[in-house]
């Protein structure tokens, strides 16, 4: 049984690329509950027990025999090494599109659960989604005593977002591509340089930097967004471009480009549910003047306005149909900085006995390269129970772990500055 891949979706298969789940633990698991939860949530889902074949000219999705699908692996160990195995750990190529793994301490009650899957049949929302539903499985099963019911191994295939696309005509496709393209090329943007001098010399592997806020922070922070008129996203984005502008050279200013994922699945009609395995993402690209005195707050609402105008329009779809162009025009989605966005989303509901502590998602690829001398930076936000936290993946064999650092305290403290400027913190009394 098969199902192809549309133009999109191949466009990750080349990527390697990976979305990477994992939630800290506390307290006793019942391995043989998470095991079954898994089974059947992989039941329900033909796209996470298929591998991806060629097929013609393109690519498609193969169910795997049984033996072959994931099942949920076990070991000792500590949260942290086991969070940086499974960074760097890709899935096999021609197997399973998800790995499933929990890593306990030798003693002790604490657990890191880790799930990893394909971005040809996840993006961040349905990767959260999936993380969600395997362990309201688990609970249903500790709690109520019975195998939670998963499909009968013939559920159908998910369509391809972008054949749930609104229809268009395709002269105004082409017209909206070559408006891009020539946007790109006018106004192209500037990349931060890597600071490893010799890649050859350095131990190639990822890695990730992060930056966490609190509840009150974070509370602060959308406080701070409101009060000026703008998004959270705005004020990060804007924070990741003054950080990065002061990582070039020169006083004047400078065309940086903010790359901002758009999620399609809410702008569908009907809407398609976030546990459907499909990526349904596409982006927003736009370049700004950034000088090392540029107000920030100025930025973040430029920010806000543009991508405001772009998702009530017919931009995300326009931007879905063009994607299958970029391998030839990569400037299309050539940004100084990537500022991902999923927003305050729920982490996992687990029955007694068992707490969650962290939830984390980020993006992981197999290939990387540091003779290109510059890329973009890539910044992973979410916010999980109230706390956001931005994570800053990088190879270590371009960016150094110094050079990351120091980006993400850049960004901290101009993202401390907007709550600072609009919610000053009060001096301690005495």
């Given at each position: 049984?098969?199902?192809?891949?549309?133009?999109?979706?191949?466009?990750?298969?080349?990527?390697?690329?990976?979305?990477?789940?994992?939630?800290?633990?506390?307290?006793?698991?019942?391995?043989?509950?998470?095991?079954?939860?898994?089974?059947?949530?992989?039941?329900?889902?033909?796209?996470?027990?298929?591998?991806?074949?060629?097929?013609?000219?393109?690519?498609?999705?193969?169910?795997?025999?049984?033996?072959?699908?994931?099942?949920?692996?076990?070991?000792?160990?500590?949260?942290?090494?086991?969070?940086?195995?499974?960074?760097?750990?890709?899935?096999?190529?021609?197997?399973?599109?998800?790995?499933?793994?929990?890593?306990?301490?030798?003693?002790?009650?604490?657990?890191?659960?880790?799930?990893?899957?394909?971005?040809?049949?996840?993006?961040?929302?349905?990767?959260?989604?999936?993380?969600?539903?395997?362990?309201?499985?688990?609970?249903?099963?500790?709690?109520?005593?019975?195998?939670?019911?998963?499909?009968?191994?013939?559920a159908a295939w998910p369509v391809p977002i972008?054949?749930?696309?609104?229809?268009?005509?395709?002269?105004?496709?082409?017209?909206?591509?070559?408006?891009?393209?020539?946007?790109?090329?006018?106004?192209?943007?500037?990349?931060?340089?890597?600071?490893?001098?010799?890649?050859?010399?350095?131990?190639?592997?990822?890695?990730?930097?992060?930056?966490?806020?609190?509840?009150?922070?974070?509370?602060?922070?959308?406080?701070?967004?409101?009060?000026?008129?703008?998004?959270?996203?705005?004020?990060?984005?804007?924070?990741?471009?003054?950080?990065?502008?002061?990582?070039?050279?020169?006083?004047?200013?400078?065309?940086?480009?903010?790359?901002?994922?758009?999620?399609?699945?809410?702008?569908?009609?009907p809407p398609v549910p976030a546990l459907v395995?499909?990526?349904?993402?596409?982006?927003?690209?736009?370049?700004?003047?950034?000088?090392?005195?540029?107000?920030?707050?100025?930025?973040?609402?430029?920010?806000?306005a543009r991508l405001g105008a772009f998702v009530?329009?017919?931009?995300?779809?326009?931007?879905?149909?063009?994607?299958?162009?970029?391998?030839?025009?990569?400037?299309?989605?050539?940004?100084?900085?990537?500022?991902?966005?999923?927003?305050?989303?729920?982490?996992?509901?687990?029955?007694?006995?068992?707490?969650?502590?962290?939830?984390?998602?980020?993006?992981?690829?197999?290939?990387?390269?540091?003779?290109?001398?510059?890329?973009?930076?890539?910044?992973?936000?979410?916010?999980?129970?109230?706390?956001?936290?931005?994570?800053?993946?990088?190879?270590?064999?371009?960016?150094?772990?110094?050079?990351?650092?120091?980006?993400?305290?850049?960004?901290?403290?101009?993202?401390?500055?907007?709550?600072?400027?609009?919610?000053?913190?009060?001096?301690?009394?005495?």
């Amino acid at each position: 049984m098969r199902r192809a891949l549309c133009p999109v979706e191949t466009l990750y298969v080349g990527q390697r690329s990976r979305a990477v789940l994992s939630c800290t633990l506390r307290g006793r698991v019942d391995t043989g509950a998470l095991s079954s939860a898994i089974d059947a949530v992989t039941d329900a889902h033909p796209s996470l027990r298929a591998r991806i074949v060629p097929d013609g000219g393109g690519f498609a999705l193969q169910l795997l025999e049984d033996a072959e699908r994931t099942r949920l692996a076990t070991r000792t160990g500590t949260a942290e090494e086991a969070h940086r195995v499974e960074l760097n750990t890709p899935l096999p190529v021609g197997g399973p599109l998800s790995r499933a793994v929990l890593v306990s301490e030798p003693e002790g009650d604490g657990h890191l659960f880790v799930l990893s899957v394909d971005h040809t049949v996840v993006d961040g929302h349905s990767g959260i989604a999936l993380l969600n539903e395997i362990w309201d499985r688990y609970r249903e099963l500790v709690e109520g005593g019975q195998r939670p019911v998963g499909g009968d191994g013939a559920a159908a295939w998910p369509v391809p977002i972008s054949e749930l696309l609104p229809p268009t005509d395709p002269a105004r496709t082409a017209a909206y591509l070559d408006r891009r393209t020539e946007e790109a090329l006018r106004h192209p943007a500037e990349l931060v340089a890597y600071d490893v001098t010799d890649p050859s010399a350095a131990e190639g592997r990822i890695e990730v930097c992060r930056l966490t806020l609190d509840e009150e922070r974070t509370g602060r922070l959308r406080r701070a967004a409101r009060a000026a008129g703008v998004s959270v996203h705005a004020l990060v984005a804007a924070a990741l471009l003054t950080t990065a502008r002061g990582r070039l050279p020169g006083d004047g200013p400078r065309t940086l480009g903010c790359l901002s994922p758009v999620d399609l699945r809410s702008r569908l009609s009907p809407p398609v549910p976030a546990l459907v395995m499909v990526p349904a993402v596409t982006a927003h690209l736009q370049s700004l003047e950034v000088s090392p005195d540029s107000d920030p707050l100025k930025l973040a609402r430029t920010v806000h306005a543009r991508l405001g105008a772009f998702v009530a329009g017919d931009g995300p779809a326009q931007e879905m149909r063009i994607m299958p162009e970029i391998p030839r025009n990569p400037v299309l989605q050539l940004a100084t900085v990537i500022a991902t966005n999923m927003g305050a989303v729920p982490g996992p509901r687990l029955p007694a006995g068992l707490e969650v502590t962290d939830v984390r998602l980020m993006p992981a690829r197999e290939q990387y390269f540091p003779a290109a001398g510059r890329s973009p930076v890539m910044a992973c936000v979410v916010s999980f129970e109230g706390r956001l936290a931005i994570e800053f993946p990088y190879f270590t064999a371009c960016y150094s772990p110094t050079f990351v650092r120091s980006f993400r305290d850049g960004a901290g403290a101009a993202l401390a500055a907007f709550t600072d400027a609009a919610e000053p913190v009060p001096a301690p009394s005495g």
